[in-house]
């Protein structure tokens, strides 16, 4: 019998003030910044990756999960010299988040340094293209109340 195809599953978190600025980690292992999230684990659904420990583990939030903003195919690629399989990247959005909400944050397990709210243009050279790609997408998906389908961080039909 032929094995099925594996796919690699990431979710993140979206979580914005007011002013529409969009909350960013610095981590310490990578040059990019990144939303609160990762890689969903195996027998772990992704809304539980992302909304619950992920966020849990790096910023010390315990919230529910708000709807899902964004699905984004990706395709096989090389990052850093390492070559990534195909997989799917969700969006999740964590609602609301104040400055003073930020400033409290607790980096807990080492992986984050810093934590900042940026407006999109601010974003966009911070994070990956394809990331910055999403997260407008996931902007406009909160905006249209709509779920965002993606490849390659840009929106499809």
């Avoid at 610095?26 to 040059?31: G, R, V």
């Avoid at 999230?37 to 939030?61: D, T």
């Avoid at 810093?114 to 966009?124: K, T, Y």
């Avoid at 902007?139 to 840009?154: H, Y």
Wanted: contains cysteine; charged residues 25%; proline residues 6%.
């Amino acid at each position: 019998m032929r094995e099925l195809p594996r796919k690699r599953i990431a979710a993140g978190v979206v979580l914005r003030d007011g002013a529409g600025r969009v909350l960013l980690l610095q981590t310490s292992y990578k040059a990019n910044w990144e939303v609160p999230g990762g890689v969903v684990e195996e027998g772990e659904s992704p809304w539980a990756a992302a909304a619950a420990r992920e966020l849990r583990e790096e910023v010390g939030l315990s919230r529910p999960h708000g709807r899902l903003l964004v699905v984004d195919h990706v395709a096989e690629h090389r990052h850093e010299g390492v070559v990534r399989p195909e997989g799917v990247a969700m969006l999740f959005d964590g609602g609301l988040i104040t400055p003073e909400q930020v400033a409290g944050l607790v980096f807990g397990d080492g992986e984050i340094v810093a934590a900042r709210l940026c407006p999109l243009d601010e974003a966009e050279p911070l994070v990956r293209p394809m990331m910055a790609a999403r997260l407008r997408a996931a902007l406009e998906a909160v905006a249209e109340g709509v779920v965002a389908l993606c490849e390659q961080g840009r929106r499809v039909g």
